[in-house]
């Protein structure tokens, strides 16, 4: 049986690294390592699907599901609802470059003037407010729809999060999504880190676990347990539920600082969202 | 009027494969409303039927076991391009969908 | 009066004769809301199966949600009029049925809604005749995926 070393680093979550300014890209390459040494037989971009990557019997439902996934409706729907003008007459395409096709991989990046993670779902609603609409629910609905249409055209593109060193803003909100990831919570006390680092691909009761590699990528989700698309702010709220955490709001600082470090965890990975899950 | 079907059908050698995804709550009327203490009122679609140029060739029964948002695959011998495939479901409620292709 | 009811009928029946593949008129409904898998059965069939060896039954051993169980029917039998699914442990067994008209390759995929962990029997109705297989499926109770 071969004996799993964790290097200290990733369990007490120190920053790893020779310098004290280690930074996210340390974080990225120390994770990559610790993965591919603990699943060699796993290629790199399959962590982005998540336990299917190692659970053969889930996989071949998986895949069963992949082949006419109900996440297209929610696909189609979406991508109704991204060309419907406002009643303004402008559209979701203005607020984005390249008029919100393929930008996926860009999110979350850091607002240096609102001092703030802006996520791509936090985006949308901001679209929407800027041109006088109402914002959307966060978890469900049309806003995890519009959210599943553009994660379909960002398909293929590699997350690209940015988090650059000479911005202290940016830094600091990595940093606290790090934290977030490994700060013990609930009546379980399990940390995020508990799980998916410790534990990954072990079983909790009939679930492998999967790896924080990947996480990120493949959002929003058709959840069959959900019976319809939901977002990752959602998982975040549901994951600290079933620790017996109270969960934070959808688009909260917090979680959106979750969303900024995993998402950079997952950079060079490619985008393969919507997704389908049990 | 219930949802649109989405359908997708290849000719594979002599035979026609047809899939079909079919948006629907398929509530089964067990599923407590935690908010009214009350099932949610059963609402599931009971007969599938698909035709080829016009003629019924499959008729499917189902009950409330079927999964939300049903899949279903089912395959027509010696259809051909040209050929019309219609797919319709009636639920509990009255509620029906249609969709048709033209194989090609 | 009565001579030309007798004339009626007989001439019904040799129309349904001369059609041996006949569609079920309508949904067997009492399958539907038959409490156990025997009697769902015999409200369709009036005929208990027989094993066969010649009917795939495709479905996960371990199923990742019993919301959503994959399952896919395919048979090699001759003359098949109908495929149909029962989850023994389901409230209502009965699942769905599929009439096959003539033009149909004897296949049929659908998702069902499993309760609990349960055997899972597939009928074919071929050739006037009801066969059967079955599998054994486990519905688990999540973990932190819940």
């Known amino acids: ?278 | 009027m219930g949802k649109p079907i989405k359908i997708r059908a290849k000719i594979k050698g002599d035979f026609a494969e047809i899939k079909a995804l079919m948006p629907h709550d398929m509530e089964s009327g067990l599923r407590m409303n935690p908010a009214t203490n009350q099932p949610y009122p059963a609402h599931y679609i009971t007969d599938v039927v698909a035709e080829l140029n016009g003629e019924v060739v499959m008729t499917a029964y189902w009950g409330q076991a079927v999964s939300k948002n049903p899949y279903v695959s089912f395959s027509i011998k010696g259809a051909v391009a040209g050929d019309t495939v219609t797919l319709r479901w009636n639920d509990n409620k009255g509620d029906s969908s249609e969709k048709e292709v033209v194989l090609k | 009066m009565h001579r030309r009811l007798v004339l009626k009928g007989i001439v019904a029946l040799g129309a349904i004769a001369a059609w041996p593949r006949l569609l079920w008129a309508s949904r067997p409904d009492a399958a539907f809301i038959a409490d156990n898998a025997d009697d769902a059965i015999m409200a369709v069939f009036g005929q208990m199966p027989v094993a066969s060896e010649q009917i795939k039954l495709k479905i996960p051993d371990i199923a990742e949600n019993g919301a959503v169980v994959p399952v896919t029917v395919s048979t090699d039998l001759a003359d098949v009029e109908s495929i149909s699914i029962v989850v023994v442990n389901n409230p209502t067994p009965f699942v769905a049925s599929f009439d096959m008209g003539p033009r149909m390759v004897p296949i049929v995929s659908v998702r069902i809604k499993m309760g609990q962990s349960s055997q899972v029997l597939a009928l074919v109705k071929a050739g006037g005749t009801l066969y059967s297989t079955s599998r054994d499926v486990k519905v688990t109770i999540g973990g932190c995926g819940g």
Not at chain 1, 59 to 77: C, K, N, S, T
Not at chain 1, 109 to 124: H, Q, R, S
Not at chain 1, 233 to 243: D, I, P
């Open chain 1, 1 to 278: 049986m071969k004996k799993i070393i964790l290097p200290l680093c990733l369990i007490g979550g120190l920053l790893c690294g020779l310098t004290a300014m280690a930074g996210p890209e340390e974080d990225r390459l120390a994770m990559v390592e610790y993965y591919s040494d603990r699943f060699p037989d796993v290629p790199l971009q399959e962590f982005a699907n998540g336990l299917y990557a190692f659970d053969t019997i889930a996989r071949e439902q998986w895949i069963e599901m992949e082949d006419f996934p109900p996440y297209e409706i929610a696909i189609e729907d979406g991508q109704a609802l991204f060309e419907t003008p406002f009643a303004n007459g402008k559209s979701y395409a203005d607020c984005f470059e390249n008029g919100g096709i393929g930008v996926k991989q860009n999110y979350p990046y850091f607002d240096t003037d609102a001092g703030e993670v802006v996520t791509l779902e936090l985006a949308i609603n901001h679209c929407r407010e800027a041109n006088g609409e109402e914002p959307l629910l966060y978890m469900i609905g049309a806003l995890a729809e519009i959210s599943a249409y553009m994660a379909y055209t960002s398909r293929g593109h590699e997350m690209a999060v940015k988090v650059p060193a000479d911005k202290p803003g940016a830094v600091a909100a990595y940093a606290a999504g790090k934290q977030f990831y490994y700060t013990r919570r609930g009546q379980l006390n399990f940390a995020c880190s508990s799980c998916h680092i410790q534990s990954a691909g072990l079983k909790l009761r009939a679930d492998r676990l999967s790896t924080t590699l990947g996480q990120a990528t493949h959002w929003p989700v058709y959840r069959s347990k959900w019976g319809e698309i939901g977002t990752l702010q959602k998982r975040f709220a549901e994951c600290n539920s079933q620790v017996w955490a109270k969960p934070l709001e959808a688009q909260s600082v917090e979680y959106r600082n979750l969303e900024y470090f995993l998402s950079y965890i997952s950079n060079g990975l490619e985008l393969n969202g919507p997704g389908s899950r049990r």
